[in-house]
Antibody, heavy 118, light 110 residues
Framework: EVQLVQSGAEVKKSGESLKISCKDS????????IGWVRQMPGKGLEWMGI????????RYSLSFQGQVTISADKSIRTAYLQWSSLKASDSAMYYC???????????WGQGTLVTVSS | QSALTQPASVSGSPGQSITISCTGT?????????VSWYQQHPGKAPKLIIY???NRPSGVSNRFSGSKSGNTASLTISGLQAEDEADYYC??????????FGGGTKLTVL
């Protein structure tokens, strides 16, 4: 069964860097899209960006362009979401999801809670 | 790009049917048959319940159905059950070659 396993919760300070991961146990990793979704406390879901590990085609929401970097290492079937300088407003739950760019994401990770203190 | 528009909340009694709307534009919902719906229970990851407007993934109850007319997509839940109480989100592919979520709808089963 396909599973996405995300890295554990993080507590960081403003200005610090962070890289969280999403490991895919599915049969294929190179012909699907991995998306990252932010959910701030008590708020809705927001697409941050998506990556096609097969050729590293990466697209970002206008809201997150330049704020985060999405990458993938297909040799270890893992996608990443990273920040170079965290802000308190980055405190949220972050989900990765596996599927198709058209919006059909069948499998989701368990979420990584990021807490940033000022 | 603004989120797709969903009602903040809907409610219904067990056994009833409810419909949640998802309104976009001619650059997203109206342009593509790529509307998906997700169900999210508190503290849980979202779960895909409808894709490509009206298709159900394997294992999803046939009480869930989707449709689209113009720039508005809809999710209908029939035979409402207590376990259906959750948040529901639509998402659509857009002309930016990127998906877009709706703001989410909280379903309360009375």
């Amino acid at each position: 069964e396909v599973q996405l396993v995300q890295s554990g919760a993080e507590v960081k300070k403003s200005g610090e860097s962070l890289k969280i991961s999403c490991k895919d146990s599915g049969y294929t990793f190179t012909n699907i899209w991995i998306g990252w979704v932010r959910q701030m406390p008590g708020k809705g879901l927001e697409w941050m960006g998506i990556i096609y590990p097969g050729d590293s085609d990466t697209r970002y929401s206008l809201s997150f362009q330049g704020q985060v970097t999405i990458s993938a290492d297909k040799s270890i079937r893992t996608a990443y979401l990273q920040w170079s300088s965290l802000k308190a407003s980055d405190s949220a739950m972050y989900y990765c999801a596996r599927g198709h760019i058209y919006g059909r994401f069948d499998y989701w990770g368990q979420g990584t809670l990021v807490t940033v203190s000022s | 790009q603004s989120a797709l528009t969903q009602p903040a909340s809907v409610s219904g009694s067990p056994g009833q049917s409810i419909t949640i709307s998802c309104t976009g534009t001619s650059s997203d919902v109206g342009a593509y048959n790529y509307v998906s719906w997700y169900q999210q229970h508190p503290g849980k990851a979202p779960k895909l319940i409808i894709y490509e407007v009206s298709n159900r993934p394997s294992g999803v109850s046939n009480r869930f159905s989707g449709s689209k007319s113009g720039n508005t997509a809809s999710l209908t839940i029939s035979g409402l059950q207590a376990e259906d109480e959750a948040d529901y989100y639509c998402t659509s592919y857009t002309s930016r070659s990127f998906p877009l979520f709706g703001g989410g709808t909280k379903l309360t089963v009375l």
